[in-house]
């Protein structure tokens, strides 16, 4: 599509297309919990008016913000989650982590909550342990390589959780409650 249409405005209208397209997901998951279209709806177009989500879309006029990519796919594997479609979940919440690392954390949650709350306990570990990899071997071995800088202020951010990698990961395993109530 850019290269057909090579402007600024271009990319603009991509992000905030793939920004929208998080109320299918949010109306397929309301409806499914709620048992109601008109609810489903109601969620859908809150989705939408919700003032981070807006900000994210004016945000994108300084540069598209690519955790505003991921928040549809975090919806639909929430959504697969829900209808029991573990499978999906996991494709979605790989797209998601595709888009930055950052996102992988996230993943291991859902992953955390399919091994806790779910009968798909196996393709919960899965996530969990696939997300949790995902992130030490992009932000400790793939991103050092592609920028000589330090990336260790990622760790920083979860500093609470645990001292490290190594601390974070145990806390993860350890006291599971904790890290969702962080």
């Known amino acids: 599509v850019f290269w057909l249409f090579p402007y600024h405005e271009t990319i603009l209208v991509i992000h905030a297309l793939a920004l929208c397209m998080g109320a299918l997901p949010a109306f397929l998951l309301a409806r499914n919990v709620l048992k109601s279209p008109y609810l489903g709806l109601g969620f859908a177009v809150a989705y939408l008016l919700y003032t981070p989500v807006l900000f994210l879309e004016c945000r994108a006029s300084y540069g598209p913000s690519e955790e505003a990519q991921a928040v549809p796919m975090l919806l639909a594997a929430c959504y697969c989650l829900t209808t029991s479609r573990p499978g999906l979940c996991i494709v979605w919440a790989a ?27 196996k393709c919960g570990a899965g996530l969990f342990g696939g997300a949790l990899v995902y992130f030490i071997v992009g932000t400790k071995l793939i991103l050092p390589m592609l920028d000589d800088r330090s990336y260790g202020f990622v760790v920083s951010y979860f500093s609470d959780i645990g001292d490290g990698y190594g601390g974070i990961l145990w806390r993860v395993i350890t006291d599971p409650i904790y890290v969702i109530r962080y």
């Open 95 to 121: 797209c998601a982590m595709a888009v930055k690392e950052n996102m992988s954390p996230t993943a291991a949650m859902i992953g955390l909550w399919m091994i806790i709350f779910t009968p798909h306990k």
